[in-house]
């Protein structure tokens, strides 16, 4: 079978939003559809991203081996597939979008199976993840602790506000982002949590949220990181190391959490902001009418931002267990 590198029709290109996800669009064209036809070698089913090997042959009838990546194990799981969605030596056709970096690199966008059935993970027409269903809450949540997750990736759906106040970007973050590579230094790719922004808005990634003697365990599915939120203390200690998610108080106002965190290393507030060691956060986490869990932040950093940024998740409550993420680091970078 030979690779097809055919641009669909233009049409399903206009229909593109050219501004997908930044994480996705990082590593991928967008524009840059392409036809992959040939028998698949590998399935690997891991995190941070699963991934297969197609045997194809390229326009001179070389044997080459196509590399597309899928989502992460979790999030293929949370959708309901396995390790047993694709099989070694079976035939497949898959609809994709161009690495930017590898020419034998893609992501898996739709494959199309010997038996006349199919799997999206990435629609071909806006490009977007199919992360998960959008379901209505469930109204059985009375308080924050349980299990959440984002409800979907379309629309109200994601539960994702804009953000506010990135645009107060000061001259030293400037120079900090003209060294910051999007793909070699995301933190995703070193099985790096990056910041509790990021974490709070993984996608198709569950967090729990638990009471532990006389302090809150937040847990993030992402990267299999823990929270420890001090409810009986009102000063970090001295001596604490930064880190990526900093050191956390907190307090409930009301039936609001309120935590603020500090102690933060200079790392990657979300794909592409970064922030500084100085930033600060506070967040208040309260439950919905309809059962949902609310998340709102504001983030100073006056360092890199000269007005605080602000934004704001919502989760959805989910009675599924929780999963071990085990990423592997060093993964393959497009």
């Known amino acids: 079978m030979k690779l097809k590198l055919t ?10 939003n050219v501004n997908a996800h930044h994480g996705f669009a990082a590593h991928f064209d967008p524009e840059n559809l392409i036809r992959i036809e040939g028998t698949i070698k590998e399935f690997g089913f891991v995190n941070p991203h699963s991934y297969i090997r197609i045997d194809t042959f390229d326009e001179s009838g070389n044997a080459i081996v196509y590399t597309c990546d899928l989502q992460a194990k979790n999030q293929l799981l949370r959708r309901g597939a396995d390790e047993t969605l694709f099989t070694v030596g079976t035939p497949i056709v898959v609809d994709g979008f161009q690495a930017r970096r590898d020419p034998l690199g893609c992501e898996f966008g739709v494959g199309y199976f010997e038996d006349g059935s199919s799997y999206t993970m990435r629609s071909l027409g806006e490009a977007s993840t199919q992360f998960a269903t959008d379901i209505e809450a469930t109204p059985e949540a009375a308080t924050i602790f349980g299990v959440w997750i984002r409800a979907g990736m379309r629309g109200d759906a994601s539960g994702s506000a804009p953000s506010t106040g990135f645009d107060s970007i000061t001259e030293a973050a400037k120079a900090a982002l003209a060294e910051y590579d999007p793909i070699l230094d995301n933190p995703k790719v070193h099985c790096q949590p990056g910041s509790p922004v990021l974490s709070w ?34 000063m970090v200690p001295e001596g604490i190391e930064p880190t990526d998610m900093g050191y956390s108080l907190g307090r409930f106002e009301g039936e609001t959490l309120v935590i603020d965190t500090s102690n933060f290393s ?30 709102s932040w504001v983030v100073t950093d006056p360092l890199y931002y000269s007005d605080q940024i602000t934004s704001s998740q919502t989760l959805q409550p989910i009675d599924q267990e929780i999963l071990q993420y085990e990423c592997i680091p060093g993964w393959i970078v497009h």
């Open 201 to 234: 808005r993984a996608p198709g990634l569950a967090t729990s949220i638990t009471q532990v003697n006389e302090n809150i365990h937040i847990y993030h599915e992402a990267m299999d990181v823990t929270r420890v939120i001090h409810m009986n203390q009102t």
């Open 7 to 16: 641009l669909l029709a233009a049409l399903l290109l206009a229909a593109i």
């Open 266 to 295: 200079a790392g990657v507030m979300d794909y592409s902001n970064l922030n500084s060691a100085e930033m600060t956060l506070r967040e208040e986490l309260s439950l919905l009418d309809n059962g949902r869990l609310h998340i």
